[in-house]
């Protein structure tokens, strides 16, 4: 994969003109402004390479090795390690030490989001996300020379970026034998470390799907698949019951109603009163399959991801609830604000803060 290196000059807004480092796959490697990189990549999947000195990097136990556990653990880890609040920062996890302790990358959450839409704009697909520091090969302690800009890291636990005039001050730090390291394409090397280096894209900052859409509302469209066999069914079985006669039959229709609607106590006329309950059926799916399409359009045109956790539809109400997972409320009151211009009656219920989100209730339609 081709990797985009921002400067350590970047600044919190990259702009056009920002000189950036394209390394392609091929090992050819070009330094131009990204507005133009990002005409060449036509869309192709990148991996993004910032500097180490929007970073910070920690070694840290953990007192689990199960993944969900390990992440709810991880803020708790480190808090106490940084002088800000914990929620101000993406926490990237990397993989087990040999000690039993885990590398952890962190980064203002802000600065990663405000970089990765303002490259989502200029049209860059970021596939990956790594620390220059992070790609040093890991054969022993690395010190990496560019220009007048040095890298530390490699098999050490330390990932630092520092000016190369202030190496004397900082070599007695390290390893008697770690000496400064000059290469004719210093990128195509870092480059070549991703495959062991940690890949901030987790979380929140995960890749997100080409179709989000159908992504979100999968196992609403099967469920909406098994409505339609349902009502396919059911119609079959109307026509098997009442293209029967004799008593038998009819005995056994009535008993199978009775299964089927034990809220009708009296049964004057079984087919008539099978078409209703069938008419309500359709109404209610259309109803369904409508809510859920404007509620599919307006999700699908956040800038941030949004996930349906969970979809309760009731026929009596007419109204379509949605547990809804963002980022944060500001996101949530945009969905809100996304789904009244559709025409839509929208409740947004009370949001609960979560793992890496908020949670709310969204109920669309009849009473909302």
Known sequence: MDCLFIPPSGGAVLGPACQVHWQEATGEGHSLPLAECAALLQGRPVALVLPMEAASAFVVGLPTQKARLMHQALPYAVEEMLAEDVELFHLALGAQLADGRYPVLVLRRAQLAAWLEELEDFGVKVAAIHMDADLL??????????GERALLGGACET?????????????ALCAADTQPRE????????????????????G??????ENRAWT???????????????????????AWLLERSGDAYLESSHALYRQLFPED???????????EHLSQGTRAQGGFISLLDQASSAIAEARSALTVTNVDYSQTRGDLALQVRAKDFADLEKLRKRLVKAGLSVQLGSASREEGGVTARVVLGGGA
């Open 137 to 146: 090969p890991r054969d022993g302690e690395q010190l990496l020379v560019i």
């Open 159 to 171: 990932r630092l970026a520092f000016p190369f005039a202030h190496w004397p001050a900082l070599g």
């Open 183 to 202: 290469e004719a394409e210093p990128y195509r090397l870092l480059a070549a470390g991703r495959a062991g280096a940690i890949d901030l894209a987790q």
């Open 204 to 209: 929140e900052f995960a890749p997100r799907s």
């Open 216 to 238: 979100v509302w999968r196992p609403f469209a099967a469920l909406a698949g098994v409505a339609v066999v349902l009502l396919l069914a059911f119609n079959l079985l109307q």
């Open 265 to 275: 106590k009296r049964i004057v006329n079984l087919k008539a009163q099978f078409a």
